[in-house]
């Protein structure tokens, strides 16, 4: 089992930035990819970025792509979500979480994850 820690949520402005980090631990070389999502009040989980753990390859979803950059840190355990040019459209919980097994293609989906952090609150005011 892989526990989940999100940290650096917080309140910023439109334009600005933010890093959110998720430190991992438990079985954590068991971990296929590594995920961020987010919900807003109302509305479903939905996919923002995700990062094959041994390759560091990445996959965004076209919302976020070109703001904001998924990384990891194999040494640290940890991935981050680097949120720039933040809009009040970014406005979530946001959540990363693990795989533990390969998948065809990317795993986009909140059922092709396993483990799941308890979520940091991200706010962007106009």
């Known amino acids: 089992q892989v526990q989940l820690v999100e940290s650096g949520g917080g309140l910023v402005q439109a334009g600005g930035s933010l890093r959110l980090s998720c430190a991992a631990s438990?079985?954590?070389?068991?971990?296929?990819?590594m995920g961020w999502f987010r919900q807003a009040p109302g509305k479903e989980r939905e996919f923002v970025a995700a990062i094959k753990w041994s390759s560091g390859s990445t996959y965004y979803a076209d919302s976020v792509k070109c703001r904001f950059t998924i990384s990891r840190d194999v040494a640290k355990d940890t991935v981050y979500l680097q949120m720039n040019s933040l809009k009040p459209e970014d406005t979530a919980v946001y959540y990363c979480?693990?795989?533990?097994?390969?998948?065809?293609?990317?795993?986009?989906?909140?059922?092709?994850?396993?483990?799941w952090g308890q979520g940091a609150q991200v706010t962007v005011s106009s």
């Open positions: 979480a693990a795989r533990g097994i390969g998948l065809v293609g990317w795993p986009t989906m909140p059922q092709h994850y396993g483990n």
């Open positions: 438990g079985r954590t070389f068991s971990s296929n990819a």
